[in-house]
């Protein structure tokens, strides 16, 4: 089957840890003994991450200026110390991008001994924070505070080792290399920048790698590829460049007792600690995620102990600074590399931190062929990648770009801390606007008077709310409008004050939420109640009586005037730039017409999201097919050619009608004992190209297909995860589709949506995946598995 997940069912299930079933000779099943104390995958997953923290350990501390040995200690120290005491077990930690400009600052202000002090007392900071168990606390910083810290960290990073890209040297700050960024321009040094282009394009383009080649080409890591290619590359070219410098580790440097203002001590050791503690902490939230999503191997692991993970993180920096190492900190980018390459314990981060060891002690006269060109355009991509586009388009949707924008443009042009503490003033005085801003309007229209509230009711807002309520005549009847989450007890009591005078005078009030019902209605209406149907209210099947054209014309103008009231303002800005700059859905989502899928609400997607088709029975006619529609594969050809979607999904649903139909009508529409006929309705027409699903059912072609974690109910949910694989079947004849699968630029994917459980069961295949045949055999089923509720978003940090 093209889009199944091929699970024996045979052999018992491994043991947690491991990656397959015990050997043949090995120890009984439940024993709890095991061959070798470390899982295979953890072995294969540590190689993965070594190579990618190799050169970002040189290029980070090439890019602080300290000692290319003191980036090793720190990936060593990180992989060995969190990897054991840390709370997060997937996580790898080591020398970051975050840190970097923080420890540049340092080492330019007290020397590089005294900076490996004030990392050691940084550690115990976070030991002792770890104690108070107030790990927790640093989740409560603002997103954009985070995020714009660590766009304005890229940002400094990137042009300091622009100068080096370039040839020449950077300045001491982000300000002072943009003003000698000019003269550099008109000095470049040939070699080094045609070493650091190369660099750049491998970085930018091994990712980007396609066919049966570059799946295997992208098996090494983008970072290890690029500079071993421009290293090879200068050293046949013969090129003079500075390149890596390893002095023996036996004049390696260590701290020093600091020396230099209190005060100013004091603060580079909150900075270190502050900055290293957020960091981690988020870098965990952010991997708990990655493995709650992921679907193997299937095996448990721990969610994060945060104040856990802070005393790891405190642990490592003291020894990582005692041994002349940089600042460590929890590193997303590595993380997630282990997390991908399937690894299932700590024993991954703390076997890439010893070989880390083993290269520091071995590879030096290799190392020593880096060119230092090579090392600072990567570091100076990964700096670039810091400003995240999909950070920025999240923190504009929430409106706090502002929020944003100034602390990363403080970062830059004062520092870490202080730009941190400039977004926080920026964010605490947003907000501040935000309670204390509120728009009160009063509109008359046929005799009654609507005073619409749009913010919080606070103390502030009282007068102008009184204003407006004064200006209702006496005896008229008036709606107000409430729109907002919170109301002081101020507001409370001038709105109850003026409701029983007005009432008093003889006028009506009601008080109304957003959409526009009564705030004292019930949620649930009483039995023999009938009130106005309101679309999409309470989602609620509701059947009024009244079925005349008048009725169902104002229910629909009341539905278009409450969007053009509520949604329209929210949504404008985004359709008018979808207006200009056009469509460009990442997926085609095909469906059924019933009218219980909401595909918009099921994916979580909003406007330009989903190119979406919708048929009865989500039907894919097989190429050459009968019945003279071509309109689904003329959408499917439009959303893979024109469109260029990177993925296509086909949705099953339960209770489906289409698939009802087929079962009690038979095939094609013939009802048992009568003679076949040619299908005389549409409906039947259109049902044929769901035949080979019901054939494939009865008739038990090819694997079984099964839900994950529950039995299949009936017959009908049968038909319906069976026709969801017959109809990827269908879609992989289609001709656009075929030749962009065998390109590896497209993703299928079956799912099917259960409306009673509100529960959807995915089922992926990829361009890689075997045919249909190579997966017949006996063991196999075809399983749509269970997808659990999201966990909190991915920060992504740098190095």
Wanted: charged share 15%.
């Amino acid at each position: 089957m093209s889009a199944c997940v091929p699970t024996r069912t045979d052999p018992p299930p491994p043991e947690p840890g491991r990656t397959g079933a015990p050997p043949p000779h090995g120890p009984p099943p439940g024993t709890g003994r095991r061959r070798f104390p470390i899982a295979g995958a953890d072995f294969s997953a540590s190689i993965s991450v070594f190579l990618i923290a190799l050169p970002l350990s040189l290029g980070i501390a090439l890019a602080t200026g300290a000692p290319l040995q003191a980036g090793l200690v720190a990936a060593a120290v990180g992989g060995i110390v969190v990897g054991r005491l840390g709370g997060a077990p997937l996580q790898v930690s080591g020398p970051a991008a975050g840190l970097t400009v923080v420890t540049a600052d340092l080492i330019q202000q007290y020397g590089w001994r005294v900076t490996c002090a004030i990392t050691v007392l940084a550690g115990f900071a976070q030991l002792g924070l770890s104690a108070l168990r107030v790990a927790r606390s640093a989740l409560a910083v603002s997103p954009a505070i985070v995020h714009g810290m660590l766009a304005g960290i890229g940002v400094t990073i990137a042009l300091a080792q622009l100068h080096i890209v370039l040839g020449g040297t950077p300045q001491s700050s982000a300000v002072d290399n943009v003003r000698a960024l000019p003269a550099q321009l008109a000095d470049l040094h040939g070699d080094a920048l045609s070493v650091s282009l190369l660099t750049i394009a491998l970085l930018l383009l091994w990712p980007r790698l396609r066919g049966r080649p570059g799946r295997l080409l992208r098996k090494i890591p983008a970072a290890l590829a690029a500079v071993a290619v421009a290293t090879s590359f200068a050293v046949v070219a013969g090129l003079q460049l500075p390149r890596v410098d390893l002095p023996s580790w036996s004049s390696h440097a260590l701290p020093q007792m600091p020396e230099g203002p209190v005060l100013g001590l004091i603060a580079a050791v909150l900075t270190i600690t502050l900055v290293g503690s957020v960091e981690s902490l988020l870098s965990a939230v952010a991997v708990d995620k990655l493995v709650a999503a992921r679907t193997a191997p299937s095996v448990r692991i721990p969610r994060a102990r945060l104040d856990r993970e802070l005393a790891g993180q405190g642990a490592a920096n003291v020894v990582s600074g005692s041994l002349g190492g940089l600042p460590i900190t929890g590193v997303a980018v590595r993380s997630s590399a282990n997390v991908a390459a399937g690894a299932v314990s700590r024993n991954s981060a703390t076997l890439h931190g010893l070989w880390i060891v083993l290269a520091a002690l071995l590879l030096v006269p290799v190392l020593d062929l880096i060119p230092l060109a090579a090392l600072a355009a990567l570091v100076m991509v990964v700096g670039v990648q810091m400003v995240n586009i999909t950070h920025l388009r999240t923190v504009r949707r929430n409106r706090e770009m502002l929020v944003y924008a100034a602390t990363l443009a403080a970062v830059v042009g004062t520092g870490v801390l202080e730009g941190v503490a400039i977004g926080i003033a920026v964010a605490v005085s947003v907000a501040l606007h935000r309670l204390t801003r509120t728009r009160i309007t009063d509109e008359e229209r046929d005799g009654i008077h609507r005073v619409r509230v749009r913010g919080q009711l606070t103390f502030l807002a009282v007068p102008r709310l009184s204003r407006t309520l004064g200006q209702v005549p006496p005896g008229a009847t008036c709606v107000v409008e409430l729109d907002g989450s919170f109301m002081d007890h101020a507001a409370y009591e001038a709105l109850h004050d003026w409701q029983t005078a007005h009432q008093s005078q003889g006028g009506s009030v009601e008080f109304t939420g957003r959409a526009g019902g009564r705030i004292s209605e019930p949620a649930v209406d009483s039995p023999g109640s009938h009130g106005c149907c309101r679309p999409w209210t309470a989602w609620r099947n509701h059947h009024c009586e009244d079925r005349s054209e008048a009725t169902a014309a104002r229910t629909l103008t009341d539905a278009l005037r409450s969007f053009q009231r509520d949604t329209a303002p929210l949504v404008r800005e985004e359709l008018a730039r979808l207006a200009r700059e056009g469509q460009r859905p990442s997926q085609l989502f095909l469906t059924c017409t019933d009218s219980r899928l909401v595909t918009s609400m099921i994916t979580a997607s909003g406007p330009g999201d989903l190119f979406t088709v919708r048929n009865m029975g989500n039907l894919v006619p097989l190429p050459g097919a009968g019945g003279g529609d071509d309109s689904v594969a003329a959408a499917i050809e439009y959303a893979v050619e024109v469109l260029e979607v990177e993925s296509i999904t086909i949705c099953g649903h339960s209770g489906c009608a289409a698939m009802q139909s087929l079962l009690s009508t038979g095939p094609v529409g013939v009802r048992p004992g009568e003679a076949p006929a040619a299908p005389a309705t549409p409906l039947r027409r259109w049902l044929k190209h769901a035949q080979p699903s019901l054939e494939r059912m009865r008739d038990g072609q090819g694997p079984e297909v099964r839900l994950s974690g529950r039995e299949v109910l009936d017959p009908a949910e049968q038909l319906c995860l069976t026709n969801v694989v017959q109809q990827l079947e269908h879609l992989r004849a289609q001709e656009a589709v075929a030749r962009r699968l065998a390109e590896g630029r497209l993703t299928l994917h079956g799912m099917y949506f259960h409306v009673g459980e509100a529960q959807a069961y995915l089922l992926s295949t990829t361009a890689e995946s075997a045919q249909p045949a190579d997966l017949g055999g006996p063991g196999f089923e075809v399983v749509f598995h269970r997808v659990p509720p999201a966990a909190s978003s991915l920060v992504r940090t740098g190095g």
